[in-house]
Structures are given as structure tokens and as C-alpha cells.
């Protein structure tokens, strides 16, 4: 089954939401240096991911064009219009962070290494032990964020499910139409700008920064245009 390590996953992020939700009654100050704690780990996730890039013009090019793309259509706006509106209809009059707690789990969800690579090691291989593994790490992630953040956490299975499931899908075919080679440098340059946005995140989370990491989301489409016209010229 191809969807398997993509459905483990999207089940281990509702579990460890559901968990958190029944663990909400923990102290303010322990809350806060818990995210204190989150915000430095995530940090330091997004640095060793960003340090792994080859190609540092292509992350930075990236990063501009996606700046550019998301601002003008206003992503960061967009996804707090969603978070309040569902906060509006579900929250009962409690103070949330819907939004906070959407985007922030989605990005830490979504951007790395091993999202991808399982989700290719899954469609291409039918091998699902990443996924089980990421699923895993993502539960106990998912717990902690939303004794801070929120069921906001939850809806992070939405964007996790379409992306990883969408590369599995895809993946069964992917070698008609990418050399794995472009592949292999693919990889490693979207994850090290992926890696910059969770450094933004960490720095959100510890109150450092106001960073609008959604606005930056579309630089993870511009790395694959700009890093195959940067390997055509030959630089």
C-alpha cells in the first residue's frame, strides 16, 4: 500500500494532538519554558538542515523570489484568516492560537528530509520504515506543541497528508521524469532552505523575531526552477 507510511504518519499527529489536548492543564510558567525549550530544539533542527546546502545562491535566490510570491499573495494573512475563522467556530469563547499553532506544527511537519525521502522511499520502493520513524517523532512533537499552541496542532495532518501522500503518488513515476541525480541535489538544497524556515520558527517560538514564515513557504517552489536552471548554466 502506498499511502501506508504517509496514513502512520497523519495518525501518530492526531494521537500525540489528542494526548496534548487532555494535558492542557499545566502551569503557565511551565508552558512557556516548555516552548522556551521547543523553540531552541527547533532552532537547532533548522540550523543543521540549513549548514547541509551546496549551492548557498540558489537557497538565497529562492528565499527572495518566494518572499516576493508570498507576500503578494499574502499566504501569512490568509492562514490567520483561516486559523480565526475556525477559532471563531470551534474555540467557545476560549483564548487559542489556532493559526500559531497550524502553521507552526504544518511547517515542522512538512519541511525535512525525512518527509520527502520517505514519502519517495514509500511510492518508488514500497519501504515505509522513515515514515513509521518520522511518525513517531512527530506524536511526541505534536504533544508538546499543542499543551501550548493548541488543537491548532491538529489540522497540521491536513497539509502532512497532501504533501507526503502527494510525493508517494507521484513518486511511482518520478523516475520517467527527473534524473536522480537532479534528484539527489534537489533534496538536499530543499531541505536546507527548509531549514532556514525552521530556524524562523525557532525564533518565532522564543519571542525573538516576528518572522511571517508562511509568506516564505513558496521559496520550497521556487528551489527546483532555480536549481535546475543553475545546473544548466553549469555554475
Same mark, same amino acid.
Do not use: C
Given at each position: 500500500?502506498?499511502l ?7 495518525i ?7 494526548i ?20 531552541l ?8 538542515m540549513a549548514?547541509?546546502t551546496d549551492?548557498i ?9 518566494g518572499?516576493f510570491a508570498?507576500e503578494?499573495?499574502?499566504?501569512e494573512e ?9 477559532e471563531?467556530?470551534?474555540?467557545k469563547g476560549k ?15 512538512? /519541511?525535512?528530509? %525525512?518527509?520527502?525521502? @520517505? ?5 518508488i520502493? &514500497? ?5 513509521? +520513524? !518520522?511518525?513517531?517523532i ?6 508538546v506543541?499543542t499543551?501550548?499552541l493548541g488543537w ?7 497539509p ?18 527527473i534524473p536522480q ?5 534537489? /533534496?538536499?538544497? %530543499?531541505?536546507?532552505? @527548509?531549514g532556514i524556515l525552521?530556524?524562523?520558527? &525557532?525564533l518565532?517560538?522564543?519571542?525573538? +523575531? !516576528?518572522v511571517r514564515?508562511?509568506n516564505?513557504l ?13 545546473l544548466?548554466?553549469g555554475?
Amino acid at each position: 500500500m502506498i499511502l501506508f507510511g504517509t496514513l502512520v504518519n497523519g495518525i501518530g499527529i492526531i494521537l500525540g494532538s489528542l494526548i496534548g489536548l487532555f494535558l492542557n492543564k499545566i502551569p503557565e510558567k511551565t508552558k512557556e519554558t516548555t516552548m522556551n525549550g521547543i523553540g531552541l530544539a527547533v532552532t537547532l533542527i533548522g540550523l543543521r538542515m540549513a549548514i547541509e546546502t551546496d549551492q548557498i545562491i540558489v537557497m538565497l535566490l529562492s528565499l527572495l523570489f518566494g518572499a516576493f510570491a508570498g507576500e503578494w499573495l499574502q499566504l501569512e494573512e490568509r492562514f490567520e484568516k483561516l486559523g480565526a475563522f475556525l477559532e471563531s467556530k470551534f474555540s467557545k469563547g476560549k483564548q487559542s492560537s489556532v493559526s500559531e499553532g497550524f502553521i507552526t506544527a504544518s511547517l515542522i511537519f512538512v /519541511i525535512g528530509a %525525512m518527509a520527502v525521502v @520517505g514519502a519517495l522511499d514509500s511510492g518508488i520502493r &514500497g519501504d515505509h520504515d522513515v515514515l513509521v +520513524t !518520522k511518525a513517531i517523532i512527530d506524536s511526541f512533537v505534536a504533544l508538546v506543541l499543542t499543551t501550548t499552541l493548541g488543537w491548532g496542532v491538529m489540522l497540521s495532518v491536513i497539509p502532512v497528508l497532501l504533501y507526503e501522500g502527494g510525493i508517494a503518488l507521484l513518486s511511482t513515476q518520478i523516475h520517467n521524469w527527473i534524473p536522480q541525480d537532479f534528484m539527489d541535489v534537489f /533534496i538536499v538544497e %530543499m531541505t536546507a532552505t @527548509g531549514g532556514i524556515l525552521i530556524v524562523a520558527i &525557532g525564533l518565532n517560538i522564543l519571542h525573538i +523575531t !516576528k518572522v511571517r514564515v508562511a509568506n516564505l513557504l513558496p521559496s520550497l517552489l521556487f528551489i527546483g526552477f532555480i536549481l535546475y536552471g543553475w545546473l544548466k548554466l553549469g555554475i
